[in-house]
């Protein structure tokens, strides 16, 4: 037998009625103490879904699709071009380690997509090569 979810909430002491978001956790069973939104068709708070049900029609979903970003903020290809940058960092700061040329501490954290670690000499002429090869009109493809 399911609980009996509570409809209505008091606020500002007992001057606002209102109705209780229906959400409920699934991990102590418990229903969401928030206000819902006057707006939520589904008696939901901004945390639960309230706000916005999202495109319904197909063309909708397909326009948000195309659109590529991730929170408004950037696209998927900006994300790809920032790890590739980050990759030649890291690995230009390998290759500083193998010849030498510093004694500083490594960069600490997770390696970012396509990075190959870069230990030896011969590693070092090689990444040289490919940054030379991958080079457009004088400055790098990632940039």
């Given at each position: 037998m399911g609980k009996v979810l509570c409809t209505e909430l008091t606020t500002a002491g007992g001057r606002i009625k209102c109705l209780r978001c229906t959400a409920q956790s699934s991990r102590t069973k418990e229903q969401c103490a928030r206000p819902a939104l006057n707006s939520s068709r589904t008696q939901k708070c901004q945390?639960?879904?309230?706000?916005?049900?999202?495109?319904?029609?197909?063309?909708?979903?397909?326009?948000?699709?195309?659109?590529?970003?991730?929170?408004?903020?950037?696209?998927?290809?900006?994300?790809?071009?920032?790890?590739?940058?980050?990759?030649?960092?890291?690995?230009?700061?390998?290759?500083?380690?193998?010849?030498?040329m510093t004694t500083a501490a490594r960069t600490r954290g997770r390696k970012p997509n396509g990075y190959m670690p870069v230990c030896t000499v011969t590693d070092v002429q090689q990444l040289i090569l490919d940054i030379e090869?991958?080079?457009v009109g004088g400055s790098f493809e990632g940039q």
């Open positions: 945390f639960h879904g309230g706000r916005q049900s999202g495109p319904k029609t197909e063309e909708g979903r397909k326009r948000i699709g195309l659109a590529h970003t991730v929170h408004g903020q950037e696209s998927k290809q900006s994300r790809r071009d920032r790890s590739a940058s980050s990759a030649l960092l890291n690995q230009l700061e390998d290759a500083m380690h193998v010849l030498g090869l991958h080079r």
